[in-house]
Each structure stands twice: as C-alpha cells, then as structure tokens.
C-alpha cells in the first residue's frame, strides 16, 4: 500500500496540470463506440439493455451466497460528513446483534467509503470507526486559495486522497476479494462527465485481480465517488479490455443519484419479471431530506452551501421516491434510515467533534431498533428462501423524518 501511496501522490501533480489550466487542455479522442470496446465487465455504464441485463443478473445471483435464508441489499447515500451518521449505524447495529450479512453492499460519494468496511464484514467495524472519528478529516477541506481560479476544484485534493489511502488496507482488499469469491457484490456509483451517466463498478471485481493497476483503480474509483464537482478536481479513471485503454473523466456518483439500489434506466422500465427476486432493500441516507426553515446568511459560503444542501435534499426525495414506487410495484421489503431531528447534521463539517457526535447518534439510534423506523413491505409476507417464517408487516410507511 506504501508503493500505492507514493505511486499516486508521484501522478496527481502531472495530473491536476492536465486537468488543472485555464485554458482547455486537449485529451485523446474517443467516441461512445471506443468507450465500449475499452469497458472491462467490472464496469456498468447501463447506455445499453444488455449492461442493464447482465447487472441485474449478476445481483440476484449473489443471493444464492445467503447465509441466513434472506436476499438483503444495502445502499449508503451520500451526503459528506453526514457518512459519519451511517458508519455509527452500521457499528451499532452489529453491537445490536441484528445486523444481516448484506449479499449486495453499494455506496455512493461519503456511502461509498463506508461500504468496503461493511462489505468485509463486521470485524473491521473498528476500521469504520477510526476513518469517521479519529479526526483525519479535520483538514479536508483545505483551500487551494488563488490556484482555486486555475485548477479544477475549490479544495486540495491530496487530503481526500491521503483519506482514502490511509483507510483502504490490504487486508481490507484481501476480504472484499474473498467475499466477491463467495458470490457477494459490492458496487460503487461514480459520473461520467463524458457520458453524462452513472457509471458503476464491481469493487469486488477489481479487488480480485489482485494487481498495482487494480489496487490503484479501486483507490481512485473512491476517490473519484466522493470528488463533489467545483470541491474536489474530477479524477481520471483507466478503462481497459483487450489492449483498448481510454483515460474517462469522473466525479461525485451522488451528481447523478443519491445512492444506488437499481440503475436509473431499470426504474423506469416494466419488465415482467421481478428483477430483485424476493430482496429486502435497506438504505441508509446520510442527511435529513425534509426541507428545513432557517433565515439564510447572504454571504458566498452561506449561499453554496444552502445551495448545495436544498440540491441534495431535492435528490434525495426524488430518488426515494422512485425506490419506494420500484418496491412497492414488485412487491420488496424497503427499509430507510436518515439522520433523527435531534441529531446535528451538516454536509460540510469534518471536524472531529460534529462527526464523532454525528456516529454516536447512529450508533445509538441501531443499538435501540429504531435507525430504520421507516418502512415499505409487500403486500403479502413471504417465507425466507430456507427458514419458511412470515415477517411480520410493518406499521410504519416512508415519511419525513422526525
């Protein structure tokens, strides 16, 4: 990881002045024809059905890697310093006893450097904890002052890569590669700026391959996930089968959606069949989405960030809009946890302090059942796939949280 580390911090320079001049810095050319050639099968771009086929195939079939009779998939929103909260309900609710081993984990921006922890499974609990509490993110939003007005991103982006690189170890590596080997998936969402989609990968997929390359691609895939667009510069990400290589250009996967369950494309089409099977989805987003009256300051910081939170809070309900309408037609067992009204939440504060505060509610809310009070169930109770128990239907429906 050290060869990793030095390998990286040796390219960002180099790259940042690719990306980084006034003005347009010319790239190779390439078409969506290219782009295609060039995909290696652990990337989703879903611009075709036989992407959207071959995903949702390869999600169902990970049930067939349960260890308690159920099909559960876990989705980690984004929302920065917020991801705090969802770590602390992910540690909670292994301390509770309940926690499900997840057959499919995906994670989106600050979701998706908490799902490789929660995909190894729960010994490397402490290892969540650390990344979100051990106050290394206090400086991540340092400023690049006057290069702001040259390179892309208003913030240093060594500090989200030395985040990333302290945190993701090779024994983490090591286990997500052996749990992909059972069968399990773990998917990260990322946005193409050249394709204008959502762009997701099969961590598990890279991990395997076991290579510098891919070790660097699976960093840089994260990285990459959580670059929010005008904070942090895009990242180039290496796409390569066959000998075609293509260099794509990537940012913020909560750009396009605030976590990911299904593609955006599979929501609106009506396939006959059930695409998830009997799933029970569970999403943990990392915020509040219901609007809050507060007297804004006209201040440039103040505007942004207002600006950002009402951008995310709006995505927020339309995504869990469209999931909820996705169960409730195919009949799947949702389940969403959010951030309680007594807890502080703020997208941009990584100080120690608010993010420790933030992991102990969600520690707290897990440890006493209530993270995930919010619920949409079929309308009928199904058996588990080996243990024939009905669940017990639910009496409480998505609403705003409080």
């Given at each position: 990881?050290?060869?990793?580390?030095?390998?990286?911090?040796?390219?960002?320079?180099?790259?940042?002045?690719?990306?980084?001049?006034c003005?347009?810095?010319?790239?190779?050319?390439?078409?969506?024809?290219?782009?295609?050639?060039?995909?290696?099968?652990?990337?989703?771009?879903?611009?075709?059905?036989?992407?959207?086929?071959?995903?949702v195939?390869?999600?169902?079939?990970?049930?067939?890697?349960t260890?308690?009779?159920?099909?559960?998939?876990?989705?980690l929103?984004?929302?920065?310093a917020?991801?705090?909260?969802g770590?602390?309900?992910?540690?909670?609710?292994?301390?509770?006893?309940?926690?499900?081993?997840?057959?499919?984990?995906?994670?989106?921006?600050?979701?998706?450097?908490?799902?490789?922890?929660?995909?190894?499974?729960?010994?490397?609990?402490?290892?969540?904890?650390?990344?979100?509490?051990?106050?290394?993110?206090?400086?991540?939003?340092?400023s690049?002052?006057?290069?702001?007005?040259?390179?892309?991103?208003?913030?240093?982006?060594?500090?989200?890569?030395?985040?990333?690189?302290?945190?993701?170890?090779?024994?983490l590596?090591?286990?997500?590669?052996?749990?992909?080997?059972?069968?399990?998936r773990?998917?990260?969402?990322?946005?193409?700026?050249?394709?204008?989609?959502?762009?997701v990968w099969?961590?598990?997929?890279i991990?395997?391959?076991?290579d510098?390359?891919?070790?660097?691609?699976f960093?840089?895939?994260?990285?990459?996930?959580?670059s929010?667009?005008?904070?942090?510069?895009?990242?180039?990400?290496?796409?390569?089968?066959?000998?075609?290589?293509?260099?794509?250009?990537?940012?913020?996967?909560?750009?396009?959606?605030?976590?990911?369950?299904?593609?955006?494309?599979?929501?609106?089409?009506?396939?006959?069949a059930?695409?998830?099977?009997?799933?029970?989805?569970?999403?943990?987003?990392?915020g509040?989405?219901?609007?809050?009256f507060?007297?804004?300051?006209i201040?440039a910081?103040?505007?942004?960030?207002?600006?950002?939170?009402?951008?995310?809070?709006?995505?927020?309900?339309?995504?869990?809009?469209?999931?909820?309408?996705?169960?409730?037609?195919?009949?799947?067992?949702?389940?969403?946890?959010?951030?309680?009204?007594?807890?502080?939440?703020?997208?941009?504060?990584?100080?120690q302090?608010?993010?420790?505060?933030?992991?102990?509610?969600?520690e707290?809310?897990?440890?006493?059942g209530?993270?995930?009070?919010?619920?949409?169930d079929?309308?009928?109770?199904?058996?588990?796939?080996?243990?024939?128990?009905?669940?017990?239907?639910?009496t409480?429906?998505?609403a705003?949280?409080?």
């Amino acid at each position: 990881m050290r060869r990793l580390r030095l390998l990286i911090l040796m390219l960002l320079p180099s790259a940042l002045l690719t990306l980084g001049a006034c003005q347009t810095i010319p790239r190779p050319t390439f078409d969506a024809a290219d782009l295609t050639a060039a995909s290696p099968p652990w990337r989703y771009d879903f611009l075709t059905p036989e992407a959207r086929d071959r995903f949702v195939r390869e999600t169902v079939n990970a049930q067939n890697a349960t260890a308690d009779g159920t099909f559960d998939i876990l989705a980690l929103s984004g929302g920065g310093a917020n991801g705090a909260y969802g770590a602390g309900v992910m540690v909670g609710w292994s301390q509770a006893g309940t926690r499900p081993q997840f057959e499919v984990v995906t994670g989106v921006s600050t979701g998706a450097l908490i799902a490789p922890f929660v995909f190894a499974g729960q010994r490397f609990d402490p290892a969540l904890e650390h990344a979100y509490t051990s106050g290394q993110t206090d400086d991540l939003l340092k400023s690049r002052g006057l290069l702001a007005l040259m390179l892309p991103g208003v913030f240093k982006p060594e500090r989200l890569t030395n985040l990333v690189l302290n945190n993701i170890s090779p024994e983490l590596l090591t286990a997500i590669a052996e749990e992909h080997r059972k069968g399990r998936r773990l998917y990260v969402s990322t946005t193409s700026l050249d394709t204008q989609t959502q762009v997701v990968w099969d961590m598990g997929a890279i991990a395997q391959q076991n290579d510098e390359a891919s070790r660097l691609l699976f960093v840089n895939v994260l990285i990459a996930s959580a670059s929010i667009p005008g904070a942090f510069p895009p990242v180039l990400l290496n796409v390569e089968h066959d000998g075609r290589r293509i260099q794509e250009l990537h940012v913020d996967g909560g750009t396009v959606s605030s976590f990911l369950v299904v593609p955006q494309a599979l929501l609106l089409e009506a396939p006959n069949a059930r695409p998830l099977g009997d799933a029970r989805i569970w999403i943990v987003v990392n915020g509040k989405w219901d609007p809050r009256f507060d007297v804004s300051r006209i201040s440039a910081i103040s505007i942004a960030a207002r600006s950002f939170d009402t951008m995310m809070k709006a995505l927020q309900r339309s995504d869990l809009t469209a999931i909820t309408q996705f169960a409730r037609r195919y009949d799947l067992t949702l389940s969403v946890a959010a951030i309680p009204d007594h807890a502080e939440a703020n997208t941009l504060d990584f100080t120690q302090a608010h993010m420790t505060a933030l992991f102990q509610a969600g520690e707290a809310e897990a440890l006493s059942g209530r993270a995930f009070d919010r619920r949409v169930d079929p309308s009928e109770p199904r058996p588990s796939r080996r243990r024939h128990r009905e669940q017990t239907p639910p009496t409480v429906v998505i609403a705003p949280t409080g």
